[in-house]
């Protein structure tokens, strides 16, 4: 019984060992030197901000399609990617992500807030905006009777209606711009407990 015993413990050491061994090894191979830049989590790098053109006061190369434009972005410090530990400030080769952005076309907001309040009767606001459909009604109604401009002046100071051709207008890139939240699926209603029908 007591070299069973004997055997017993032996075993559970060389199993322990070998769960030892196995670990390392497994440690090893899944360490951070075999890991890509571009497979980096997110929280291990730290994006630049878009070159914004001082211009349009939109980010350079911004895509019209999808509305993004790529970055450059580094590793965190002590972040090992492709072989090279990162301290930080290097910017790692081919380490890009695509970031949201404003399309603009050169339609100045301010601009078209300043022809709606004083030229919307006469619809050179909406001229300028690209609808002439609307511009023409305008100036042949007086502005619809100056309602449709008193409309237009709310409409473009909200920023609800926009440059006919999409693209959004030209303000200051960290200046007041109204971001619509849309309403879909993925949007939770949090009720509130002292609201009751």
Not at 154 to 180: E, F, M, R
Request: hydrophobic share 35%; charged share 20%; net charge negative.
């Amino acid at each position: 019984m007591e070299i069973w015993q004997r055997r017993k413990t032996l075993g559970d050491c060389v199993i322990l060992i070998l769960l030892l061994i196995l670990c390392l090894t497994v440690n090893g191979s899944l360490s951070s030197d075999d890991v890509s830049c571009d497979d980096l989590q997110e929280g291990q790098y730290k994006c630049d901000d878009p070159e914004i053109d001082p211009v349009t006061q939109a980010a350079v190369g911004c895509v019209k399609k999808d509305r993004t434009v790529s970055v450059p972005c580094r590793p965190a410090p002590g972040v090992k990617c492709d072989g090279i530990e990162y301290n930080g400030t290097t910017v790692a080769k081919g380490l890009r992500r695509t970031v949201p952005c404003r399309y603009t076309n050169g339609y100045s907001y301010t601009t078209s807030l300043l022809l709606s309040i004083f030229l919307g009767m006469f619809g050179l606001d909406r001229m300028y905006l690209g609808y002439p459909a609307l511009g023409l009604l305008k100036f042949c109604t007086m502005g619809l009777l100056f309602v449709g401009q008193f409309l237009d002046v709310i409409l473009i100071a909200t920023q609800v209606v926009g440059p006919a051709d999409g693209s959004d207008y030209v303000l200051d890139y960290y200046g007041p711009i109204l971001k619509k939240n849309p309403l879909n699926n993925e949007t939770y209603y949090m009720p509130q407990e002292d609201y009751h029908l």
